[in-house]
């Protein structure tokens, strides 16, 4: 089943956030498939889009450096020291 980010956007009177945090391993539609479709949409104000995964796979920071939305990776479990790959 495809999922598309369309029908929740084409709502009139509705505004993005200013921040999504967005985790790559969610139900229905994952972190990447959100990616791939948030990019397609024509908007004037673009949310920035922190990555908070459990990943510590260098080809999924890799992967989110090539999307420009895709602003911070931050690896959980979080803690008081956290790092995150800044861009």
């Not at 029908?7 to 009139?12: F, N």
């Not at 479990?77 to 995150?84: A, E, F, I, R, Y």
């Amino acid at each position: 089943m495809n999922y598309t980010l369309t029908e929740p956007c084409s709502r009139q009177g509705e505004q993005l956030p200013d921040v999504i945090f967005l985790d790559l391993n969610m139900p229905i539609m994952d972190g990447w498939e959100f990616s791939y479709e948030f990019v397609k949409l024509l908007l004037e104000n673009i949310p920035r889009i922190n990555i908070v995964s459990s990943s510590i796979d260098s080809r999924d920071i890799g992967k989110a450096n090539n999307y420009d939305i895709v602003k911070v990776f931050i690896v959980k479990p979080l803690s008081d020291g956290v790092q995150p790959h800044d861009k």
